[in-house]
């Protein structure tokens, strides 16, 4: 493990903030315009159809014991132009739907129906929005520490470099599993 950390270090150690920030920014400016996508621009309307769904099972064991039940938790969709998305709890009987999306990433943002608008489960509302969200501030408060300090020890180029190599594989995962 040693040898790893060494060489990671010694990649960066010559003219760190510049390597870092260089390492930092494809993440840290995509994570932006994925923000400024969801909050800022315009939402597109688009007329769709559900063409499939499917419950969202959960496991869980009964108060310690060996015995696993699965309960339904929600129901995962699918549309004639290939836009997918889930809600909790409830089910959407209808078939001819309303999708609002972001123009840039093509998220689904809301539901619309006959009955009213719903709440889903993608976008910043699930679970990957909320951690490309999280790696965002904290790649944020990297960028301003680094402007902020003259001299960062060995130490702390360590610790910057490892947090926000952890923090760009959750990013990535993020992004992969969510946008694309």
Not at 122 to 128: D, P, R, T
Not at 140 to 168: A, C, D, G, V, W
């Amino acid at each position: 493990m040693n040898k790893i950390t060494d060489s990671i270090h010694t990649f960066f150690k010559k003219d760190f903030k510049k390597r870092f920030l260089i390492f930092i920014s494809i993440p840290f400016l995509l994570s932006s315009l994925y923000l400024i996508d969801q909050t800022l621009i315009k939402d597109t309307i688009i007329m769709d159809t559900i063409i499939s769904i499917k419950p969202i099972y959960i496991n869980q064991s009964a108060g310690g014991t060996p015995v696993v039940e699965s309960k339904k938790r929600g129901y995962k969709y699918e549309t004639i132009n290939n836009y997918r998305f889930s809600t909790l709890k409830y089910k959407i009987n209808e078939s001819q739907i309303q999708i609002v999306t972001s123009r840039i990433f093509k998220t689904v943002k809301t539901v619309k129906t006959k009955k009213g608008d719903h709440e889903i489960q993608s976008g910043l509302n699930g679970v990957n929005g909320i951690l490309i969200i999280a790696c965002f501030i904290s790649m944020l408060f990297t960028i301003i520490y680094l402007f902020l300090r003259k001299n960062i020890s060995n130490n702390s180029q360590l610790n910057l470099i490892f947090l926000n190599i952890f923090l760009i594989t959750i990013w990535i995962y993020s992004f992969i599993k969510f946008v694309f």
